[in-house]
């Protein structure tokens, strides 16, 4: 027989005695409030703000707490306005007093501590709701069971940047998410998380003015409601309906204004650090909302820099006004509140339908079928599911038994189903730093600390080597996969910047470097430095590039020329003048045609040269949008690959310049975002990175459809990675390498990207060994 109200409240007076305690005034409130509750036949709720609970109070309410599941009490809310006397042990051991009968719990956890977090989200919860905002999470990882949760609101958790792989998988009945005001930013890394809530039909990332839960706002439903949302407003006026959806074409569609977020300033919690303190955060890190006065600790945020990073005054202050995220409707815009950086992902809303069919309402906007039907056909066209245009994702045996009864005949296919299973399956990437300790280097005194890589190049032939430029002007030839120094070049006391780096390939020991002090030297790796050749030099140079027969190579710089050197005999052929009416940024030889060349410039223009005919006039002329950072070949020579500052990213074809592609990168306005691209898995895709941001971008080479956002993540609180330059392993499909710069530190490293792999792969996976086996048995 259940205990009734009055009997437990004479159990609570009964152990405040025991305590030596007086019974607390809002307790002894909240059971009043639950029999007359109960003698009016309404619910009977026990509601108690932790606010008003002092330590004293913490052993008679537990004592109570833990009869309440056999009471006739039908829910129990535990709320939290502002601060709270209680210790986080306490709080945690009154939320799994209660089971069955938990209902809502909202709490702000800044009170508590980084211990809170970590009990609550690995102890779990019995609460049908669950209110966190403003909490430190940095990456949620709620590994305890919430069975009974339907609704979560993380909204304003300022740290929040990702998910565990497994995060939602013991919430199976979560319905609501709210995850407004968040740093969550990656499409890909997000959906894959939330695809584990089978449950989920109301999501936000940004929220409507008019609404403070995930349902839907009334003013987004015409006169006829659509069968397919799952709210049905009953109270709307005349005027409501008056603007809303009168026919498909007026579906909501992202708006991408001036005030586009970059979301490069946030700091991200580092996703090869196993540590748990690496899923909270207790810095002084807000959001970049509009309500100051919601937030009580210090540290604010300079909210214009943090939405116009880099930009003028003048520009935020003519675009702070529309820096949110706007949807159209038939008659009015629709303004949103409090997004995440994701909400900025181009084509963000489309691709959250297309991901989650059983979703009805996303920003407090509902989803009609037109709009699914919509959301169906721009994800096709801008993104790939699966890489190599595979639909659905092949196990691994099964790729193998196909290959065994089918004798191999296509070996290639073959090849890229491991590649797409396997990317499918390593939606969280492996990302490791590459460290190398000069101490590794075996009777050759270097130093005992790290190097500060800037400039870097996988070797042409040996699928093990990398040559490293350092900011202290030193050349380093590494083993990246044992992480073992096999050739060390000294800076000889100069302190300049090695920028300039390129192989030989038909003499693999060889390489040229050039340094920003425009000293230019052909060293072999398999001889001492003492016998390196020295070029005349090019003042503050910036890129070289050796041409097809190792002949030649050219040398560019922060001039508008271009110096041909000849290899063989150490001497400066030729210094072409006022190529560019700016300064050079890259000069690139084709892969396959030693006389033609490609210079970028940030005058704009990208022109295309042929010695044969003595390079006084370019072959073409082709011009961006904006200053033009680099130019590179396709393996093929089809093609160009121009990236110009702010994501501007574009394919031309190599023989008369025309435009093939525009992967259409949303800018972040800000002028000083270099933008660098290059091609990968033998000129099949293309990764893209800017030095404002932390994203790594993966697009299809023929059709410019995204595949995958990695997102580059900081080793502590308030850090942030940004991608200096970039290169894909021209031995390994999907994996890449990264030179990243820290802020605000400024040491750099190299940060190897396996998108093959996790750090959470399944044990039953195949290593990456069995694939290079398997690459090399079919010839690939």
């Known amino acids: 027989m259940a205990i009734d109200i009055q009997t437990l409240k004479h159990r609570y007076i009964d152990s405040c005695k025991d305590w030596n305690t007086v019974p607390n005034k809002a307790v002894f409130s909240a059971f009043v409030k639950a029999e007359v509750n109960k003698l009016e036949n309404e619910e009977s709720s026990f509601s108690i703000f932790l606010d008003d609970l002092e330590g004293v109070d913490f052993h008679p309410l537990y004592n109570v707490f833990v009869l309440i599941d056999m009471s006739e009490i039908d829910a129990v809310d535990i709320l939290q306005k502002s601060s709270c006397s209680l210790d986080a042990d306490s709080v945690l051991l009154l939320l799994h007093a209660v089971h069955h009968k938990l209902r809502v719990v909202d709490l702000q956890d800044r009170t508590f501590g980084k211990d809170f977090l970590l009990g609550l989200s690995s102890g779990g919860l019995a609460c049908q709701v669950l209110h966190l905002k403003f909490s430190h999470f940095r990456k949620v990882n709620m590994t305890g069971k919430f069975m009974q949760m339907r609704t979560l609101n993380l909204d304003f958790s300022a740290s929040l940047t990702s998910f565990g792989k497994d995060c939602f998988s013991c919430t199976p009945n979560l319905k609501c998410l709210s995850l407004c005001a968040t740093k969550i930013s990656n499409l890909w890394t997000t959906s894959a998380s939330l695809a584990k809530l089978p449950s989920l039909t109301e999501l936000r990332f940004q929220s409507c003015l008019c609404r403070d839960d995930t349902k839907a706002c009334p003013r987004s439903f015409g006169a006829k409601p659509d069968e397919n949302t799952s709210y049905s407003p009953t109270q709307e006026t005349a005027e409501e309906h008056t603007y809303a959806y009168p026919n498909d074409e007026d579906e909501l569609i992202n708006l991408f204004l001036i005030g586009t977020y970059n979301n490069s300033v ?85 691709y959250m339908i297309a991901s989650f069919p059983n979703l009805k309402i996303l920003d407090n906007q509902p989803i009609r079928r037109a709009e699914k039907d919509r959301a169906a056909v721009v994800y096709s066209d801008n993104f790939e599911h699966l890489p190599y245009k ?43 730093p590459l460290s190398i300790k000069s101490s590794t280097m ?77 000293v230019l030297k052909l060293y072999d790796i398999q001889h001492t430095p003492s016998t390196a050749v020295t070029f005349d030099g090019f003042d503050q140079l910036t890129s070289v590039h050796v041409n097809s027969l190792d002949e030649l190579f050219l040398a560019s710089g922060y001039s508008n020329d271009v110096a041909l050197y000849d290899i063989s005999t150490g001497q400066r052929l030729q210094r072409f003048s006022n190529m560019h009416q700016e300064h050079i940024n890259v000069v690139k030889f084709a892969n396959h045609s030693p006389s033609m060349f490609a210079t ?31 130019v590179c070949f396709s393996p093929d020579d089809h093609y160009l690959l121009v990236s110009a500052v702010d994501n501007e990213v574009k394919q031309l074809l190599a023989v008369d310049g025309r ?41 299809c ?48 490293e190299i940060v190897k990207i396996n998108m093959l792999s996790s750090k959470d792969a399944d044990k039953d996976s195949l290593s990456d060994e069995h694939l290079h086996a398997a690459q090399g048995l079919s010839g690939a």
């Open 600 to 630: 970028s410039s940030f005058d704009h223009d990208v022109k295309m040269w042929d010695l044969r005919q003595k390079p006084i006039h370019p072959c073409y002329t082709v011009s961006s949008f904006r200053g033009n950072v680099m």
């Open 390 to 432: 595979r639909t659905n994702k092949e196990s691994i045996v099964s790729i193998l038994k196909n290959r065994e009864i089918k004798a191999a005949k296509n070996t290639t296919s073959y090849t890229r189903s491991v590649g797409a299973s396997r990317v499918g399956c390593a939606v969280f990437p492996s990302l490791r």
């Open 442 to 518: 075996p009777r050759v005194d270097v130093g005992t600390t790290s190097f500060r890589p800037r400039q870097f190049e996988y070797h042409p032939c040996n699928s093990n080597l990398m040559v490293i430029g350092t900011l202290d002007g030193e050349v380093v030839v590494v083993n990246h996969e044992s992480e073992k120094i096999v050739g060390y070049i000294s800076s000889h006391g100069a302190t300049n910047s090695v920028l300039g780096l390129c192989w030989l390939k038909k003499y693999p020991s060889k390489l040229i470097a050039g340094s920003d002090n425009g």
């Open 266 to 350: 946030h700091g991200t919690v580092n996703e090869y650090d196993d540590s748990t303190d690496s899923e909270v955060d207790f810095s002084d890190t807000l959001p970049g909302n509009s309500l100051l006065e919601d937030f009580s600790w210090n540290g604010l945020l300079d909210l214009r820099n943090e939405i116009f990073p880099r930009g003028s005054e003048e520009d935020a202050d003519e675009s702070w006004a529309m820096s949110r995220p706007i949807s159209r409707v038939s008659r009015r815009k629709h303004r949103f509140d409090h997004p995440s950086p994701i909400c900025y992902e181009k084509h963000y809303r489309d």
């Open 659 to 699: 435009l093939h592609l525009d992967f259409g990168i949303a800018p972040t306005r800000s002028s000083q975002n270099y933008t660098r691209s290059y091609y990968m898995n033998g000129g099949d895709y293309i990764l893209s990175g800017s030095c404002d941001e932390n994203v790594v971008r993966i697009c």
């Open 701 to 748: 080479a023929q059709t410019g459809r995204r595949l995958r956002d990695i997102s580059l993540e900081g080793k502590s609180s308030g850090s942030s990675m940004f991608v200096q330059s970039l290169r894909g392993d021209p031995f390994r499909d999907f994996n890449l390498s990264v030179l990243a710069a820290y802020y605000p530190s400024s040491r750099p």
